[in-house]
């Protein structure tokens, strides 16, 4: 599967913006898709995570704030962002696997595909 990942733009802090990681490829619905970020000198961190069956898990950092949720009949899982922080700048990566069990939905070597980034920028 190939996964595209879009939306990402400069916001102010408290707005909000919409990421969209669009998949090809067959079988989309049986895919677990994670979505990752990592800041400027930082590690990638996960950030949440839609299973096929469309349970959702999250950083801390991020609930209450981020929804994620999938489209299968659009091959789409989008990332809602809401409340942006400054500390929320980072570029977002979407990744998926077909076999990712639910102990490992946070580990990002644990997904066998991952799309390109696309950057948010949350400016005080």
């Known amino acids: 599967v190939q996964l595209q990942a879009s939306g990402g733009g400069l916001v102010q802090a408290g707005g909000s913006l919409r990421l969209s990681c669009a998949a090809s490829?067959?079988?989309?619905?049986?895919?677990?898709v994670g979505w990752f970020r990592q800041a400027p000198g930082k590690e990638r961190t996960f950030v949440a995570a839609?299973?096929?069956?469309?349970?959702?898990v999250y950083a801390d950092s991020v609930k209450g704030r981020f929804t994620v949720s999938r489209d299968n009949a659009k091959s789409t899982v989008y990332l809602q962002m809401s409340s942006l922080k400054p500390e929320d700048t980072a570029v977002y990566y979407c990744?998926?696997?077909?076999?990712?069990?639910?102990?490992?939905?946070?580990?990002?070597?644990?997904?066998?595909?991952w799309g390109q980034g696309t950057l948010v920028t949350v400016s005080s």
């Open positions: 490829g067959d079988s989309f619905s049986r895919y677990t």
């Open positions: 839609v299973r096929y069956n469309h349970n959702t």
């Open positions: 990744a998926a696997d077909s076999r990712i069990i639910l102990s490992s939905l946070r580990t990002g070597r644990e997904y066998d595909y």
